[in-house]
């Protein structure tokens, strides 16, 4: 089983480029997350989409747009990157909300020089 | 709101040593607890989880108990290897916190042999 796909494994963008994170999941999970992964910071969620058409913000939306382009794909969007962009991203996807355990893509490592 | 706080690491142990984790956290309700794994350079895996007041979750060797009474859900392990060599991140899920989990921020484990 694929789990969770995610591409591209690496990127690296010049300030205000633009770039779409791709995500797909094989498991029929109805919700999907997007976090981001800085050293000391944990993860942070930036957006997630509890169920197919529904889109909410998590604690670090700025500079984000999301889609949830059908079941299986949930897409980041940075319209113009920045430094302060450049992190390892993460998708997650989980069968609903509750006690379900999420499970992970490999990630993104992304550079804005 | 809801809370995880890690003891800070790098925890290192020589191989066959016995390993806690403490992890205690603060939520409304009644959260689901759980252990996730992030080997180098890979997303981050469900390791073990609990979904209410003393339950054990166990996996590969790891345990970790939903302990409500000192809100604690510490994972401990009889006799590492330098496998288990990870980033371990201890998380929760709440009503309080609309069932979008809340992570701590990673404790490190090195095992040497």
């Known amino acids: 089983n694929a789990g969770v796909t995610q591409t591209p494994k690496f990127q690296v963008l010049k300030t205000g480029q633009s770039m779409t994170l791709q995500c797909a999941q094989d498991?029929?999970?109805?919700?999907m997350y997007w976090y981001r992964q800085d050293p000391g910071m944990g993860l942070r969620l930036i957006y997630y989409s509890a169920s197919e058409g529904t889109t909410d913000k998590g604690e670090v939306p700025n500079g984000y747009n999301v889609s949830r382009l059908n079941k299986r794909e949930f897409s980041l969007r940075l319209e113009s990157a920045a430094p302060s962009q450049t992190s390892v991203y993460f998708c997650?996807?989980?069968?609903?909300?509750?006690?379900?355990?999420?499970?992970f893509g490999s990630g993104t490592r992304l550079t804005v020089v | 709101g809801d809370s995880v706080t890690q003891m800070e690491g790098p925890v290192t142990l020589s191989e066959e040593a016995f390993l806690t984790i403490n992890c205690t956290y603060t939520?409304?309700?009644?959260?689901?607890l759980f252990w996730y794994v992030q080997y180098p350079g890979e997303g981050l895996q469900l390791l073990l989880k609990?979904?209410?007041?003393?339950d054990k979750g166990s996996n590969k060797g790891f345990e970790a108990t939903y302990r409500k009474e000192t809100t604690s859900f510490h994972l401990e392990k009889g006799s590492v290897q330098v496998s288990d060599s990870a980033v371990y991140f201890c998380a929760l899920s709440s009503s309080g916190g609309s069932y979008i989990p809340t992570f701590g921020r990673g404790t490190s484990l090195i095992v040497h042999p």
């Open positions: 498991m029929n999970h109805n919700s």
């Open positions: 609990a979904t209410k007041a003393d």
């Open positions: 939520a409304t309700g009644y959260p689901s």
């Open positions: 997650a996807s989980s069968e609903g909300q509750g006690d379900y355990g999420y499970t």
